[in-house]
């Protein structure tokens, strides 16, 4: 048994645990650059739990609120700026995966001399202190080395892409936050599409970690107990438009929960196919991620155990896995995916064209999964999945 698994967040939950445990903030720097979206860290309450704590540290703040559902290149670039010129000395991050991804991004420009070009090769050695709030439950940025970004211009940072945006992602230990702060009062108020497409996101990550050819028995045993928490909340996620009180401190704790594991789990072992395949939903359609997710799911793993039945023919030493995530979720394949389906309603539709065009593209994390499709595969799950 091989394991090597880091995991430097320290995660402090419970209702107040910003202005409760703001000793911690206090240890970061004199002054934040405070990373939010334009209106949900203010709606929830969280910015004004985060001003509170650091004025009673004696701390300064800056505030830069114009991150985007998909932060790109330009928005972190512009924090990093403000950052550096602010003499900020740590970043705190207030929002979803998107301010948070933009946090971490930033924390590496400010003290850095590179290029966007540099960030992404990771020609850096240093980057600013970092703690999150998150204020949704899916993308388990809190507990990851990674920050994805919309990268829009070439490396001379102006012209525009040829090819059109792309996602793109850094990987670093030194992006780890230091302290990830969950509340899940900041939650109380999400919507049913953020809810569910969140809780679909942090599905996705347990599930993909256990189907990535980096799993092991420590993130096995996270993604099982993140699978289980969402899944014990599948049937108030299912009844949420009827019965949205149904979704109050308990299970908004366990899905906050749940997402934190999950993010620990691709920490570890990464995403798989999906995930990459997903990113174009999100670039032409702007399509929330964790919904893109759910539209690859069951195309996706229905694949994977065709792939698996007939693999064990051949090898008898072959060891499935859709059987084992099956034992976690609770019911056979068709059932769960019966329910996916209705979680996501009407699907999407693409055309062969955008099919064909995607298809093509290099898929980075296919090359994670543990049975690796070809080009032909994906289009496939593509088609079966939108076309």
């Given at each position: 048994m091989k394991i090597n698994y880091l995991m430097p967040t320290r995660i402090l939950m419970g209702e107040n645990c910003v202005?409760?445990?703001?000793?911690?903030?206090?240890?970061?720097?004199?002054?934040?650059?405070?990373?939010?979206?334009?209106?949900?860290?203010?709606?929830?309450?969280a910015y004004d739990d985060t001003v509170k704590a650091?004025?009673?540290?004696?701390?300064?703040?800056?505030?830069?609120?114009?991150?985007?559902?998909?932060?790109?290149?330009?928005?972190?670039?512009?924090?990093?700026?403000?950052?550096?010129?602010?003499?900020?000395?740590f970043v705190l991050a207030i929002g979803g995966g998107s301010p948070m991804d933009a946090a971490k991004a930033a924390a590496i420009l400010a003290i850095n001399d590179i290029s966007k070009e540099e960030m992404f090769r990771l020609s850096f050695s240093k980057a600013l202190p970092l703690a999150v709030i998150p204020t949704t439950a899916g993308t388990g940025s809190e507990t990851t080395p990674y920050s994805v970004l919309v990268?829009?211009?070439?490396?001379?940072?102006?012209?525009?892409?040829?090819?059109?945006?792309?996602?793109?992602?850094?990987?670093?230990?030194?992006?780890?936050?230091?302290?990830?702060?969950?509340?899940?009062?900041?939650?109380?108020?999400?919507n049913r599409n953020i809810t569910v497409n969140t809780a679909i996101d942090a599905l996705s990550h347990a599930m993909e970690g256990m189907l990535s050819i980096r799993s092991d028995y420590l993130s096995d045993t996270l993604a099982r107990e993140s699978i289980a928490m969402i899944m014990d909340c599948l049937e108030d996620l299912l009844s949420?438009?009827?019965?949205?009180?149904?979704?109050?401190?308990?299970?908004?704790?366990?899905?906050?929960?749940a997402s934190t594991i999950a993010g620990m789990v691709i920490a570890q072992t990464g995403t798989t196919a999906p995930h990459s395949m997903g990113y174009e939903f999100t670039l032409n359609w702007n399509t929330d991620h964790g919904r893109a997710n759910g539209l690859l799911m069951k195309s996706f793993l229905l694949w994977c155990r065709e792939k698996e039945q007939a693999l064990y023919?051949?090898?008898?030493?072959?060891?499935?896995?859709?059987?084992r995530l099956c034992t976690v979720l609770g019911m056979d394949l068709e059932a769960f995916l019966d329910r996916v389906e209705e979680l996501l309603g009407q699907r999407e539709k693409a055309g062969e064209a955008e099919i064909t065009a995607w298809s093509v593209k290099p898929m980075k994390?296919?090359?994670?999964?543990?049975i690796v499709p070809n080009q032909q595969e994906i289009e496939r799950i593509y088609r079966e999945s939108v076309g």
């Open positions: 202005f409760e445990q703001r000793v911690l903030i206090s240890q970061l720097g004199k002054k934040a650059l405070v990373i939010t979206g334009k209106n949900s860290a203010r709606a929830s309450g650091l004025e009673a540290n004696g701390q300064e703040h800056v505030l830069y609120d114009q991150v985007m559902a998909n932060p790109t290149d330009i928005c972190v670039s512009e924090a990093g700026k403000l950052a550096g010129t602010s003499r900020c000395d990268d829009t211009t070439e490396e001379d940072g102006r012209t525009p892409r040829k090819s059109g945006p792309v996602k793109r992602s850094v990987n670093s230990p030194l992006i780890f936050p230091g302290f990830a702060f969950l509340d899940a009062k900041y939650m109380l108020d999400l949420f438009p009827t019965n949205p009180s149904s979704f109050a401190g308990e299970k908004r704790e366990k899905l906050l929960l023919k051949t090898d008898s030493s072959f060891k499935p896995r859709i059987p994390n296919a090359a994670n999964t543990y």
